[in-house]
């Protein structure tokens, strides 16, 4: 089966550190594009960070200098490192991947444009 499971949500304080994986089965993450996204109550799904096959990564202006997205291809999994986190980072975050032939993101962060999803995993920051 063709899916991505997001684990490591939780609660922290403004300031604080948390670290988000997603791991794939049914097909090799490695080969896609693959991102974060984030979606707060009220608001749109909004992309956070993507890396593509090249290891080649993309940061949404919000969030650069503070996440990192990463990739472990041997158990085919997406990690987002999250430090100095805002209340304005409370979201449910999403990790999400393009069609299997699309390796590259191209600097992406268009949540129409990723195919597959994961349900999720909520994030809140309290100040």
């Known amino acids: 089966q063709v899916q991505l499971v997001e684990s490591g949500g939780g609660s922290v304080q403004t300031g604080g550190s948390l670290r988000l994986s997603c791991v794939a089965s049914g097909f090799t993450a490695s080969t896609r594009c693959l991102g974060w996204f984030r979606q707060a109550p009220g608001k749109e799904r909004e992309g956070v960070a993507a890396i593509d096959r090249a290891g080649i990564v993309k940061y949404a202006d919000s969030v650069k200098g503070r996440f990192t997205i990463s990739r472990d291809n041997a158990k085919n999994a997406l990690y987002l490192q999250m430090n100095s986190l805002k209340p304005e980072d409370t979201a449910m975050y999403y990790c999400?991947?393009?069609?299997?032939?699309?390796?590259?993101?191209?600097?992406?962060?268009?949540?129409?444009?990723?195919?597959?999803w994961g349900r999720g995993t909520q994030i809140t920051v309290s100040s």
């Open positions: 999400a991947s393009k069609t299997g032939s699309v390796a590259y993101c191209f600097g992406d962060l268009a949540p129409m444009n990723y195919v597959l």
